[in-house]
């Protein structure tokens, strides 16, 4: 039996070769947008779930509580791990890592045996504790994990970075001069090479530096405040069966007796919390060491894939009820020879399963085609061990059959109803009730892609406004040098000296950090005739006499820093609009002479404000303007050199400038960057989420026109005689075509109203994770409206256009 009804279902594909290609093309489609996505959320979600022990690291977090409003991190102050674990016998152990933050990039050097020396920067470096390895497991080609960071100036390092110094030698025990901003230049002995981790890792590092025998080694260990330096990723490893919920709740009281009182005079407040390790990526709390998932974003990915599924099987039901008439006389000689409506229920299943494994196996073979393009849109190289490929394999297996199920379900239903006396007497018809259906779920198709549509033009208005929009500096031709060791920053001077005398130079400036990129100092300040009680975080930047002219910000009151007035390089500010708001000066006029000031040993530190600037984004466009005090200082070891090429040969500036450096710096490479692509970075995420909605529209689009298609076809064969009739009684090939065509664009209009206001709802909260953002405007469901009448148009009119112009004649004769 199962074998004729295999034969009876290959018969039927081969017989209607359109119907059963949309079926299994959309299917297919369907199919593999569910696999690929089902492949991200997988990656995404099994985050630090390979590690030993998982379930009993955590990683500490910090409440900032400051008049009210809570601000989360992961960061934390240096002693917090030790003292929960010398104060709660429930932790076991603890360990910090500190990004490298005044570091985009890290010089590396190492001198061969002939005595070339290799010279290159890399990025993702951290400061670790000599326990880190003993906690968050790591496998090692070379080295003991156990001992790695013990000893001081120790460097462990990935094997790919392995391979880039040393090659195919052996790279345990060799020296690598390690120059950084932030833990300064040194040398460094290779304790251990890691492997790539069997899992993904919130913790994306190529190297681990040992605190100990750098500059921060002081900082880190000789510092016992809680209050302050609030930069550290803690993690504790608690001991087997603890309760995390009831050591939470011994925090509140572990803060009032370390912490309460200092609290308590800047009038802050202040929380602990522990998450999970496997939980971190997606906490939607910045590390600081990786960037996070999105719980958003695999929920939009899934709703995609959900959708584009459902999609292919509306149009698998549509076009199966669509073409019943045809079967309508096999049902009826069937029933009359006696089956039952249980046996042709299976027959029908059975039709839609061989269909959907068919679809799988299409589906399979476009996934493993589309995984590297995939992987690259999404910004991700998916880990999946074989054992989980295995099991994904079966629960694919189980998506082709549920699938088969829903989409064969309803015209099984429906053509296994068919009275059989009515249909072989000729009498048989779709009934209204059936047509409704398929006119309803054409609809939902189209809301679904025209949804899609609106977000896709949403998020590209976005993107286009946080491309355009007035960034408060000038930031095109901004060209970015980094100053990583002593000796760089030593001869900046001389190098800016000699690059502002090159013609394709226009400016050049130095600074400790540049907008869009992380500003890690920040100090508590307040203002004239007030207290640290009514103390304010102000970030500062320290930067050279030129360093504002270049960037090019708006001067609104007072000056900028000048050589002209040497006391500009002691205790000067030149703030943004926003300080003079948040502390309360009347206007930016009115600060000008006016100081800020902080505590600090019990000695107050004024800082008198000499110029006040237009606002600009320091930060990128997520976050709102925050109070920001540029100081001269040129003694704090500049990271960035900050050079505006003149006019548009960018291209003669950097030879200039690279000619420069050598002749400076003849041992390092000349590294650089543009400002406006440098802050363009901090939209990745977001651009990677338009580039994947974008594809995943179009998918959806081609599946609802693969539908559409297919009705109209069907519709076309249906009135094949009236079409005939009304040629010859006159109508014109434009009337033929509009009235085939005119059904379906009330539906799309239809699913426009009902789409519209689903739309725009959904974008309006995506678009509230920007501080500065478009407005969704009439013209972007205009457009969107013109688009799908435009698509669904353009797939109804080949067929429609056909018809029309078919020769009366024949189709007359044929009836």
């Given at each position: ?21 949309i079926n299994?093309f ?5 199919l ?9 959320i ?15 690291i955590y ?30 016998p ?6 910090r ?9 890290t010089l ?5 045996a ?12 951290l ?7 003993q ?12 001992t790695?960071?013990?000893a001081a100036?120790?460097?462990?390092i ?12 052996a ?23 890691f492997?790539?981790?069997?899992g ?16 921060m080694n ?8 809680l ?40 009038g ?20 600081g ?21 459902l ?5 698998f ?28 229920l ?38 999946i ?44 018809s ?7 259906l ?7 198709q189209?809301?679904?892609s ?38 760089a920053?030593?001869?900046?001077s ?11 130079i ?8 540049y907008?869009g ?37 708006q ?6 820093f000048?050589?002209?007035f ?19 000066f ?5 600060a000008?002479g ?6 600090s ?22 976050e709102?303007?925050e109070?920001?005090?540029m ?9 960035y ?18 000619a ?7 041992n ?9 692509l ?21 998918v ?20 094949t ?48 994770n ?5 407005s969704?405007?009439?013209q ?6 013109l ?6 148009f ?20 044929t009836?």
């Open positions: 039996m199962i074998r004729n009804y295999l034969k009876i279902a290959w018969r039927n594909l081969m017989k209607n070769k359109v119907f059963s290609f299994i959309g299917l297919a489609v369907g593999t947008c569910c696999i690929l996505i089902s492949l991200y997988y990656h995404e979600t099994s985050y630090d779930k390979h590690l030993p022990n998982g379930d009993r990683q500490l977090g910090t409440t900032f509580i400051d008049q009210g409003v809570e601000e989360k991190g992961t960061n934390t102050s240096a002693p917090l791990g030790a003292m929960l674990q010398h104060e709660f429930e932790v076991e152990a603890s360990t890592i500190l990004s490298l933050f005044r570091d985009d990039k590396f050097q190492v001198k061969k002939n005595g070339a020396l290799v010279s290159f920067y890399e990025t993702k470096g400061l670790a504790d000599s326990n880190f390895f906690i968050i497991n790591y496998t090692f080609k070379e080295g003991n994990p156990q790695a960071l013990i100036n120790s460097v462990v990935s094997e790919g970075l392995a391979n880039k110094l040393f090659g195919s030698e790279a345990l025990d060799k020296m690598v001069r390690i120059s950084s901003s932030t833990n300064g230049d040194s040398t460094f002995r290779v304790t251990g090479v492997a790539a981790p069997q993904p890792s919130h913790i994306d590092a190529n190297f681990f530096i040992s605190f100990r025998g750098g500059n002081g900082f880190v260990n000789d510092n016992p405040s209050v302050n330096n609030n930069m550290f990723n803690t993690y504790v490893l608690l001991k087997e069966g603890s309760d995390v919920v009831k050591l939470q709740q011994k925090f509140p009281a572990f803060i009032q007796r370390h912490l309460g009182e200092q609290l308590k005079q800047m802050k407040q202040r929380a602990y919390f522990m998450t999970p390790v496997a939980a971190i990526h997606l906490s939607g709390i910045g590390s060491i990786a960037s996070n998932g999105s719980k958003t974003t695999l929920f939009i990915l899934a709703s995609i894939a959900v959708l584009t599924l999609i292919a099987c509306i149009n039901m549509n076009l199966s009820t669509a073409n019943s008439a045809k079967r309508a006389s096999e049902v009826g000689v069937r029933k009359v020879l006696g089956a039952q409506k249980a046996s042709l299976r027959q029908f299943l059975g039709e839609s399963l061989v269909m959907a494994f068919i679809a799988l196996i299409l589906a399979a073979a476009i996934t493993i085609l589309l995984l590297p393009i995939f992987e690259k849109v999404a910004g991700k190289t998916l880990i061990p074989f054992q989980q490929k295995i099991i994904l394999g079966g629960l694919f297996i189980l998506l082709a059959l549920v699938t088969g199920l829903l989409a064969g379900s309803y015209p099984a239903f429906y053509l296994s109803s068919f009275k059989p006396i009515k249909v072989l007497k000729g009498k048989f779709n009934s209204l009730a059936a047509v409704s398929r006119k309803g779920l054409v609809v939902f189209f809301v679904i025209i949804v899609l549509i609106i977000a896709s033009v949403v998020i590209a208005n976005q993107m286009r406004f946080l491309r355009l929009k007035d960034l408060g500096f000038v930031k095109e031709q901004q060209i970015i040098v980094p100053l990583r060791t002593a000796t920053k030593d001869n900046a001389a190098f800016k000296n000699e690059a502002s005398n090159q013609a394709s226009s400016s050049i400036g130095a600074g400790m950090a907008p990129i992380f500003h890690p100092q920040d100090w508590l300040m307040y203002p004239q005739g007030k207290t640290m009680n009514n103390s304010k975080s102000v970030y500062i930047n320290m930067v050279d006499d030129n360093f504002l002219q270049t960037l090019g910000v001067l609104i009151a007072g000056r900028l000048s050589k002209d040497p006391a500009d390089t002691l205790t000067r500010f030149v703030v943004n609009e926003e300080t003079v708001k948040s502390f309360g009347a206007s930016p006029q009115a000008i006016k100081w800020l000031a902080f505590d040993d019990g000695e107050q530190q004024q800082f008198t404000i000499i110029g006040v600037v237009k606002n600009f984004h320091f930060k990128d466009l997520h709102s303007i109070p920001f005090a100081r001269w200082y040129n003694d704090a070891g500049f990271n050199l900050l050079a505006r090429s003149k006019g548009e040969n960018v291209k003669q500036s950097l030879a200039g400038l690279e420069t450096w050598k002749k400076l710096n003849p390092e490479p000349f590294e650089y960057s543009f400002l406006d440098d802050f363009q970075k901090n939209y990745e995420a977001e651009e990677r989420q338009s580039s994947l909605i974008n594809y995943f529209t179009i959806a689009i081609i599946i609802s026109c693969l539908g559409l298609f297919g009705l109209a076809t069907f519709t076309a064969e249906q009135r005689k009236e079409i005939g009739i009304r040629k010859v009684l006159g109508a014109s090939v434009y009337g033929v075509v509009a009235l085939l065509s005119k059904d379906f664009l009330k539906l799309v209009l239809v699913a426009v109203v009902i789409a519209s206001p689903l739309a725009w709802w959904g974008m309006t909260r995506w678009l509230q920007f501080a500065y953002q478009t969704i405007s009439w972007v469901f205009v457009i969107t409206t688009m799908a009448l435009f698509i669904a353009a797939t109804i009119s080949f067929q429609a256009i056909r018809s029309a112009l078919a020769n009366p004649v024949k189709s007359l004769r009836q």
